[in-house]
């Protein structure tokens, strides 16, 4: 199946319905979610945080914490950063989808060239305390230049987030077209998916990448009720700098707060097992 502006997920109907395709599906699309002025913001922002070194700087704290400490600068310190991850339309509908309970996890930035490596399929999906099936994590892909043809897609299994499988559990079939994928390959700026992360999904590159680059920004929410393994070492500094700044406001209170993370312990360490937390029942 082919998503072409006219989805079969895009985000109209009543709330219940949304909710429903949701949970049936594990993505809904939004076009245009992002207003202008704050795409072209948060362009600037991406370039600066890619050319400026200042992504390399953040994943050498991730790979190598005990070495650098935390960056100098976070994805959610640029103001308009900080202003997407609580964007009042964008946490709105989370709260629709996940009811008014959730707490931030993480934020990506990122801009793709012409010769980006493709994402094999794969789930984002990260443990928690009670490996809770009910509790839902989501990931919100921003697509800030939109998509087109001279871009990498990105393909989604739809309902596979109800196995209970390892994230790299299909990865041995690379990008390969699956049987009921949704190819999602033209967007308008500022569109966001907003997928269960426990939904397999890939990019697949395109054959035609001489365009425009990809403005690919990705902030990821659970819901709460149990306590979430983080995935950056400087999770705790993550969350003190979005309350200091004072990010959430008053409407989300539980939006950075740290009672709801476990300790970080890193990949492959006790307390990680594969899949462990996935706990969906098999599709
Ligand atoms: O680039 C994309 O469209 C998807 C990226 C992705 O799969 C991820 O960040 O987990």
Same mark, same amino acid.
């Not at 939004?30 to 072209?40: A, F, Q, R």
């Given at each position: 199946?082919?998503?072409?502006?006219?989805?079969?997920?895009?985000?109209?109907?009543?709330?219940?319905? &949304?909710?429903?395709?949701?949970?049936?599906?594990?993505?809904?699309?939004?076009?245009?979610?992002?207003?202008?002025?704050?795409?072209?913001?948060?362009?600037?922002?991406?370039?600066?945080?890619?050319?400026?070194? %200042?992504?390399?700087?953040?994943?050498?704290?991730?790979?190598?914490?005990?070495?650098?400490?935390?960056? /100098?600068?976070?994805e959610l310190e640029l103001p308009a950063h900080g202003e997407l991850l609580t964007h009042q339309a964008l946490l709105s509908r989370l709260a629709e989808l996940l009811g008014p309970s959730f707490v931030f996890h993480h934020l990506h930035s990122d801009?793709?060239?012409?010769?980006?490596?493709?994402?094999?399929?794969?789930?984002?999906?990260?443990?928690?305390?009670?490996?809770?099936?009910?509790?839902?994590?989501?990931?919100?892909?921003?697509?800030?230049?939109?998509?087109?043809?001279?871009?990498? /897609?990105?393909?989604?299994?739809?309902?596979?987030?109800?196995?209970?499988?390892?994230?790299?559990? %299909?990865?041995?079939?690379?990008?390969?077209?699956?049987?009921?994928?949704?190819?999602?390959?033209?967007?308008?700026?500022? /569109?966001?998916? %907003?997928?269960?992360?426990? %939904? #397999?999904?890939?990019?697949?590159?395109? /054959?035609?990448?001489?365009?425009?680059?990809?403005?690919?920004?990705?902030?990821?929410?659970? &819901?709460?009720?149990?306590?979430?393994?983080?995935?950056?070492?400087?999770?705790?500094?993550?969350?003190?700098?979005?309350?200091?700044?004072?990010?959430?406001?008053?409407?989300?209170?539980?939006?950075?707060?740290?009672?709801? #993370?476990?300790?970080?312990?890193?990949?492959?360490?006790?307390?990680?097992?594969?899949?462990?937390?996935?706990?969906?029942?098999?599709?």
């Amino acid at each position: 199946m082919r998503f072409l502006m006219q989805p079969l997920l895009e985000d109209r109907g009543t709330v219940a319905t &949304q909710r429903q395709q949701f949970t049936r599906s594990g993505y809904l699309v939004i076009p245009g979610l992002v207003p202008p002025p704050l795409v072209e913001r948060l362009t600037r922002e991406v370039d600066h945080w890619v050319d400026d070194g %200042l992504r390399a700087q953040a994943i050498d704290c991730c790979t190598d914490p005990a070495r650098h400490g935390p960056p /100098s600068v976070m994805e959610l310190e640029l103001p308009a950063h900080g202003e997407l991850l609580t964007h009042q339309a964008l946490l709105s509908r989370l709260a629709e989808l996940l009811g008014p309970s959730f707490v931030f996890h993480h934020l990506h930035s990122d801009r793709h060239g012409a010769r980006q490596p493709a994402k094999p399929w794969h789930h984002d999906r990260e443990p928690n305390t009670r490996a809770d099936p009910s509790l839902t994590m989501v990931h919100a892909l921003h697509y800030l230049g939109g998509l087109d043809e001279t871009m990498d /897609s990105l393909v989604v299994l739809p309902g596979s987030q109800r196995r209970m499988v390892d994230k790299s559990a %299909l990865a041995h079939l690379g990008t390969a077209r699956l049987p009921g994928e949704v190819v999602i390959d033209r967007l308008p700026a500022g /569109s966001t998916v %907003l997928i269960d992360s426990a %939904l #397999f999904h890939a990019r697949r590159p395109t /054959s035609n990448g001489q365009g425009r680059p990809r403005y690919f920004v990705d902030a990821s929410y659970c &819901q709460t009720g149990a306590q979430w393994w983080p995935v950056k070492p400087y999770w705790r500094h993550m969350l003190a700098r979005a309350r200091e700044m004072g990010l959430g406001g008053r409407r989300w209170p539980e939006l950075f707060a740290e009672r709801h #993370f476990a300790e970080y312990t890193g990949p492959g360490l006790p307390g990680r097992e594969p899949g462990e937390g996935v706990g969906r029942p098999a599709a």
